[in-house]
């Protein structure tokens, strides 16, 4: 799967995954309406004007990008229903041939985590009978517990061909709170990094790891001395945009080979109809927006890719 | 909902959580066989498999305990059927009045912490509606992001009276990988144990917080550390019984008041049928077996409780 997706990047040209996390005041006026009318103000409204709006965007940028990030949160939130429609945004994304991250960050003792990987990533026995409930192409993972935690999900990766990104440095303004805090003169991030190196050497391909990082791109001192650190890790970048952190900042997150990471943008993208540049597009134009707002991210993107 | 939980300890004379994790492997080949007869071998014939499974066990043992903890993975494993059975059992259980422990162990950044918390803990607005989707009654949180992944969670327990157990020493065997890493010669699980503390100060009951911490009772000694370092903090210990830890590790983890502690057996309750001495209640009589499984724990417990 890390492959398909570097194979993906070099295509497209566009080191961009697109953060499928629709809150529901990104979600135009219309399409809740029409929600409304036929499921009525209900959680099953709910996740239809969630499903209307995220066929949209994926309609209208699927050809410019590798992947899409779902936030599992954001469809959790709304209960079976929610769920149901994350479930059909990954078949749909499938359907289109984009590689789906899900961002689950979830991540327990050892028979539970395996239990979380085998419905994400892999497949579940039911009597003679086997199934992929959720079926993503990689997932995100939390490495609080340590290596017990993690293993299971190596392990289904291994199985199953998919991947991981594990929370490294995240980019979220207190991530340093625990994460920046010195063990012998070293952060924890690069504890961690180093870990996740060493489970990344059990799953490799031929020149990433199908282990990959999640580092925040409003840290990029950090992302530079993790880049060193990490040489053969893929690391994905959120924190683009909205977030604060611009292209020139991710220079040095990407590999001499100009690969080596991909950035998401959620708020920048699915919901750049609410703001400039983009505003002209009007509710109405909302995926055709996030279009244009995928364009300027590539482009903004390449020079730093270029660079590395 | 604190004070209702140490009511029902109180009343119940029990210090117990049943964890709900029914592996495929627990239930006794009857029910799975009944199951598949109507929904064949699929996710929704498990999920119907580990319906009946659990209300045979909570209507054997509701009346012995305080609280019941569901661990979300082994539902989530199942796909959207999985899922469905999660909140079925949530709202049986609160039928029954168990308090719920959803063992969900999220953690992401504020925005999307904000989600989950919605979800699992507060309501959701849709229009001029709102929705409760899954309404456990304390969740358990992961660290690793720091206050802002973790404040959202906080402030709709505040908003709902509801309260959290983050993870502070989990009980598996590589937990201390990063967790007791020691930081300016204080290990990593006392700095979030502080921060636990602090974060409790916001949402206080009367004697305890409606914010606990998460401490594996495989790990005695530094159970006993962190109950002097969290003294209105409310432990829930897992690890009990089948991970290997006995009553007489448990002691220094309650309060001087004899409370402040809630010790979770999963494995040993819910397959007690499966292993002496409980064997001889064979698979028919597996609820009957969790029953009895409940009633040595809490026997066992009372002396450790007693105790402190």
Chains 1, 2 share one sequence.
């Not at 929370?167 to 070293?186: A, C, H, M, W, Y």
């Not at 996740?196 to 031929?206: D, F, K, P, S, Y």
Request: glycine fraction near 12%; charged fraction near 25%; charge should be negative.
């Amino acid at each position: 799967m890390i492959e398909k997706l570097i194979e993906k990047i070099k295509k497209t040209q566009a080191p961009v995954v697109v953060g499928l996390d629709p809150m529901i005041d990104y979600i135009p006026g219309f399409l809740l309406k029409e929600a409304f009318a036929r499921h009525g103000e209900t959680l099953e409204g709910a996740a239809q004007a969630v499903w209307e709006f995220n066929k949209g965007i994926i309609d209208a940028v699927w050809d410019l990008i590798p992947a899409v990030k779902p936030q599992i949160a954001m469809y959790e939130q709304f209960g079976i229903p929610g769920l149901e429609v994350y479930k059909r945004t990954i078949d749909y994304c499938h359907e289109k041939g984009l590689i789906v991250i899900g961002d689950i960050k979830r991540g327990d003792i050892g028979s539970t985590s395996a239990a979380y990987a085998a419905g994400h990533l892999g497949r579940v026995q039911v009597g003679s009978q086997s199934y992929a409930p959720f079926d993503e192409d990689f997932a995100t993972v939390n490495p609080y517990l340590g290596s017990d935690g993690v293993k299971p999900f190596v392990d289904v990766c291994k199985e199953y061909k998919k991947g991981l990104f594990i929370l490294v440095k995240t980019s979220n303004p207190s991530s340093g709170e625990f994460q920046d805090r010195l063990i012998d003169g070293k952060p924890l991030y690069e504890w961690v990094g180093e870990k996740v190196n060493q489970w990344g050497l059990e799953h490799m391909g031929r020149d990433y790891s199908y282990i990959g990082a999640v580092i925040g791109a409003t840290y990029p001192e950090m992302g530079k001395a993790l880049r060193k650190l990490m040489p053969r890790t893929f690391f994905l970048v959120p924190g683009y945009g909205a977030q604060g952190a611009s292209a020139a900042d991710l220079a040095d997150f990407f590999g001499d080979d100009g690969l080596g990471a991909i950035v998401n943008s959620s708020r920048g993208i699915i919901a750049a109809y609410k703001k400039e540049p983009y505003a002209s597009f009007g509710e109405e134009g909302y995926a055709q927006a996030s279009r244009k707002a995928v364009e300027d991210m590539a482009a903004d993107l390449l020079q730093a890719w270029k660079r590395g």
